[in-house]
Nanobody, 115 residues
Framework: QVQLVESGGGLVQPGGSLRLSCAAS????????AGWYRQAPGKQRELVAL???????NYANSVKGRFTISRDNAKNTVDLQMNTLKPGDTAAYYC?????????WGQGSRVAVSS
């Protein structure tokens, strides 16, 4: 059974930082593409950052220079370091893994940026 378990969300003031972590089990994680998506209230889910199995990284324009995605294949984890957070970053953040044509999702981790 595939599981993606996220941790690290919370409430932070504008300009602050948070780190999200996602632990994968039940898949050959090193072969998977992994990423983070987010969904704000009333909006569609959008891509935040992707890291492929070979380490290629892509970011949404809105987070470039502020967010950093990384993976540790030995620990089966993918992390998202979020710096200089803005109120517009408030959303539920979802971990995603793609392997052998299948998409897997975490349960979501809420991030709220507010003073």
């Amino acid at each position: 059974q595939v599981q993606l378990v996220e941790s690290g969300g919370g409430l932070v003031q504008p300009g602050g930082s948070l780190r999200l972590s996602c632990a994968a089990s039940g898949i050959i994680f090193r072969l998977s593409g992994a990423g983070w998506y987010r969904q704000a209230p009333g909006k569609q889910r959008e891509l935040v950052a992707l890291i492929s199995s070979d380490g290629t990284i892509n970011y949404a324009n809105s987070v470039k220079g502020r967010f950093t995605i990384s993976r540790d294949n030995a620990k089966n984890t993918v992390d998202l370091q979020m710096n200089t957070l803005k109120p517009g970053d408030t959303a539920a953040y979802y971990c995603n893994a793609k392997v052998y044509g299948h998409d897997y999702w975490g349960q979501g981790s809420r991030v709220a940026v507010s003073s």
